[in-house]
């Protein structure tokens, strides 16, 4: 950040633009997908946020097999701290004395006797692991490859940048490094559902960041799910003459209710409810 970039944001500043998320975030993360050679990216506070926000997006999406994460020994403190917050297992991988990264031989140990869910790697200070034996190693054990690319943005592995190899990427747009937003970090994909899965957890829930077509699908579930309820709970206020008026209906009316009670049950149990019955 030099004189004339400060000097543009004060100017900028001074137009009363709206200060929090809009349309120049989505120009930025736009930009930077096209730049890195990715779908995209979301924004976010800092490069650790960004580690945190990829590995709460596997968890969340159910992509991990089971709770264990490699994560090399020479690291910064955010790619382990994620781990432990979500109640995730860390398993430490030596470091290799060229790049820095994880030793390769250690790793494909772990990954034998470990099977974990995925590889937090990180390219340290700007040098470049060998890319292609990484990839190899988490295809050979169904490993998932996250890539902190923090200290690395921009380096290139045979004419590819560092943060396209992985599921997801992370970046940091700290005042340190190449692109800055003074504080700001980025995360990457190529996946268009955890893409859409990471707008949500940005937004503590909130469907506002998605996709049309996503948004009313699910409206569509919830639509059905309050229909559940009206339709079970609605014989507990009305007159009973007025809703079975004949065996006939009385009837039908038993059976819609029936499909409606294990309905709601498959509901509640994908959400995690015990079902206690009498």
């Not at 400060?6 to 100017?11: A, G, P, Q, T, W």
Request: with cysteine.
């Amino acid at each position: 950040i030099d004189n004339k970039d400060i000097d543009r944001l004060v100017d900028w500043l001074k137009t009363y633009p709206r200060l929090t998320k809009g349309p120049i975030t989505l120009e930025f993360e736009e930009k930077f997908s096209r730049w890195l050679g990715r779908k995209y990216s979301i924004s976010c506070n800092s490069g650790s946020s960004a580690n945190l926000l990829m590995l709460s997006a596997l968890k969340q999406g159910n992509y991990l097999k089971n709770n264990k994460v490699v994560v090399p020994s020479v690291a910064w403190a955010t790619d382990l701290a994620p781990v432990l917050q979500l109640g995730l297992e860390p398993i430490l991988c030596d470091s290799n004395m060229d790049d820095l990264s994880a030793d390769l031989k250690h790793l494909e140990n772990l990954f034998a006797a470990y099977t974990p869910s995925a590889l937090m790697f990180v390219s340290v200070l700007g040098l470049v692991p060998d890319m292609d034996r990484i990839v190899k190693l988490c295809e050979k054990y169904d490993v998932i490859l996250l890539e902190d690319t923090c200290e690395s943005m921009g380096c290139e592995y045979k004419g590819t940048k560092l943060g396209t190899f992985g599921k997801l990427s992370s970046f940091s747009t700290f005042f340190g490094h190449h692109i800055s937003t003074i504080e700001g970090g980025i995360i990457s994909t190529d996946d268009k559902a955890l893409y859409e899965l990471l707008l949500s957890i940005r937004s503590h829930g909130w469907d506002r960041d998605l996709s049309k077509e996503t948004q009313e699908k699910l409206l569509d579930r919830l639509a059905r799910f309050c229909s559940v309820l009206g339709m079970t709970t609605s014989y507990k206020h009305f007159s009973r003459d007025t809703l079975l008026n004949s065996k006939d209906h009385r009837d039908q009316d038993q059976v819609h209710i029936n499909d409606m009670v294990k309905l709601m049950e498959k509901i509640l149990e994908h959400m995690g409810a015990r079902i206690i019955k009498s």
